[in-house]
């Protein structure tokens, strides 16, 4: 049985359930999820009941059943990297070895593609919407669907309290979007973000922008965004998984070259197909 860990907000507990699903069925077993620790975990709530995912919530027993029942000798083999306690050892960087284990509890964020690309079609399937969206947001789709739409997405609000991932500068923005108005001169811009008003004021010379502030959730937003031709993203797991969800074919999906101010070994978190600026 694979148990995954599941924390943190939307987009990484997304990333947790990915690679969780992905070496089941890579390795035909069952996967659980644990989300205990959102019994006290104050930042974020458990969101992937919101999607069609598969996968049944772990017991306390299945986890014994997985990792042993002595909780001192369970701490001693997950300091050595031992037994069937796998923490991821470095982020972003792809590790084969997780796909070749039995009975298997992850602890990571899981932040690279490679992890589920594979099932790239079942896990499409899996982060499909599992509620009816409001008419505002059904609408919003639609215009999405027929106009030449870029989401870009801003996030500041929490990240205004992370020195050490930063937010972007609107420098960043601006070059993006001048890039694919280059390419598309009718691009509408939809503008996502946790400080909608900020959005209004710095992007109010933008021609042809419309800036979403009522939908119901953030499930609605995310929706929006994978409808959208192309995407500019922040360095958020949640803006992540907004372009990767995109289907277009053609998709042009623009990144931050700075994902995090502190990144001492160079860490990069997107795909080597998207473009960095």
């Known amino acids: 049985m694979i148990i995954s860990k599941v924390i943190g907000g939307l987009g990484n507990q997304m990333f947790q359930y990915a690679i969780a699903h992905s070496i089941a069925l890579e390795n035909s077993v069952d996967f659980k999820l644990d989300i205990s620790e959102f019994e006290t975990y104050e930042l974020f709530s458990y969101r992937l009941n919101e999607f069609n995912i598969s ?18 000798l369970r701490g001693i083999l997950k300091r050595l990297g031992l037994g069937n306690h796998f923490i991821e050892r470095e982020r972003t960087i792809y590790d084969s070895s997780v796909f070749k284990k039995g009975n298997l509890y992850l602890e990571g ?21 599992k509620c009816s969206f409001s008419g505002q947001t059904i609408r919003y789709g639609e215009k999405i669907k ?7 997405h801003i996030r500041r609000g929490d990240y205004l309290k ?32 946790n400080d909608i ?32 031709e192309s995407n500019i993203i922040a360095n958020s797991s949640f803006s992540w998984w907004g372009a990767w969800l995109n289907q ?24 080597d197909e998207w473009l960095q600026f």
């Open 55 to 72: 996968g049944d919530i772990s017991s306390e027993q299945d986890i014994k059943a997985v990792v042993g029942k002595n909780t001192f």
């Open 109 to 129: 964020y899981w932040q690279n593609e490679l992890y589920f690309s594979k099932y790239r079609k079942s896990i499409l399937k899996a982060f499909t919407p």
């Open 197 to 228: 008003a900020w959005c209004k004021e710095s992007f109010k010379d933008i021609d042809n922008t419309v800036f979403i502030d009522d939908t119901e959730s953030e499930i609605a937003d995310l929706w929006l965004m994978s409808q959208c």
């Open 248 to 271: 277009n074919p053609n998709k042009v999906i623009i990144s931050p070259t700075r994902w995090m101010i502190d990144n001492p070994k160079n860490h990069k978190w997107v795909p």
């Open 146 to 152: 027929s106009t030449k739409s870029v989401s870009v």
């Open 162 to 193: 992370h020195d050490e991932i930063g937010v972007l500068p609107l420098s960043y923005y601006q070059k993006a979007i001048i890039f694919l108005q280059s390419k598309e001169p009718n691009s509408i811009f939809y503008f996502f973000s």
